[in-house]
């Protein structure tokens, strides 16, 4: 007799042919069915994000290494993400760091000229850009695996928080610049500190809950890691060195 095509892939379902095998009617839902949990799609795209998170620090670290933090003088949340393109834009860019302590007491005694601007413009554009597009990169996904009803229970809240961490990251990001854009002719070493170890708080977070997820993923039980007492010790002490490395540094 000549199979259908309906027939075939009903053969072909391994699903279709267990519910067979075992007396079941394959016409109810199934449990395949349901809201779809994705450990491991969201574990994964955490991790892109952790990567991300990593070369922000980079950037950042070559942001401060090289002396840029202080050359863009606005906060430009959206339009800030395309840099000046003509010539006049950049004048104009030029004269507002011209106002700045830092250039009127180190760099224009230095001479620094437009094209020398144009360079650490470069690395404090790019430390933002990167910025903006982590933000774009966590908060569409985590959208769309809401909207899919996606997001394994007890997860939801915590991906909201890393949202809620990367936003004020932007803010802290900002909050620093302004210190240093008037009396001072660099940014407040708190504040640097406060952004270098959120930074690496949300890398962190965003690593753990991944693995959590992946756990999850693997044995279809939740069981998020908690810090033991040596994992505490260790933790504070990065963190006491990181706070007064940075705090204290010229
Ligand atoms: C996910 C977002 C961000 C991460 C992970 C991040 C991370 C970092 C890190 C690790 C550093 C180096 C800190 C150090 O050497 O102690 C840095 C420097 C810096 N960041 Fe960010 N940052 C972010 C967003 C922003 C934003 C949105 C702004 C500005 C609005 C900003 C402004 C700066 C500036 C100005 C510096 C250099 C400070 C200096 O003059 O020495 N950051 N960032």
């Known amino acids: 007799m000549m199979q259908t095509r309906a027939s075939r892939s009903w053969q ?37 994000v952790a990567a991300m998170v990593f070369l922000m620090v980079v950037v950042g670290g070559i ?19 395309i840099p000046p393109l003509t010539q006049s834009e950049w004048q104009h860019a030029f004269e507002l760091y011209q106002r700045t302590p830092e250039y009127l007491e180190i760099n224009c005694p230095a001479g620094m000229t437009l094209a020398q601007f144009k360079f650490i413009f470069f690395w404090e554009w790019l430390h933002r850009l990167i910025g903006r597009l982590i933000g774009v990169v966590f908060a569409v996904p985590l959208v769309w695996f809401a909207a899919k009803r996606a997001i394994p229970q007890g997860y939801g809240w915590k991906l909201v928080g890393l949202l809620v961490l990367g936003g004020l990251q932007g803010v802290l990001g900002w909050y620093m610049v302004m210190s240093g854009l008037v009396d001072r002719t660099d940014v407040s070493h708190f504040r640097l500190s406060a952004h270098l170890l959120l930074a690496l708080t949300i890398m962190a977070a965003c690593v753990w809950v991944a693995l959590d997820l992946r756990q999850l993923a693997k044995t279809g039980a939740s069981r998020p890691a908690r810090l033991n007492g040596s994992s505490v010790i260790v933790l504070a002490a990065l963190f006491i060195q990181l706070l007064f490395g940075r705090g204290s540094r010229a």
Do not use: F
């Not at 109810?28 to 892109?48: C, F, G, H, K, Q």
């Not at 942001?63 to 906060?75: A, P, Y």
């Open 12 to 48: 072909s379902d391994p699903a279709a042919r267990y519910a067979r095998r075992n007396g079941l009617d394959p016409s109810l839902p199934r449990a395949t069915d349901r809201p779809a949990r994705r450990p491991l799609a969201i574990s994964n795209w955490l991790m892109a």
């Open 63 to 81: 942001t401060r290494l090289t002396e840029s933090g202080l050359s863009i003088t606005e906060w430009k949340p959206v339009t800030g993400a």
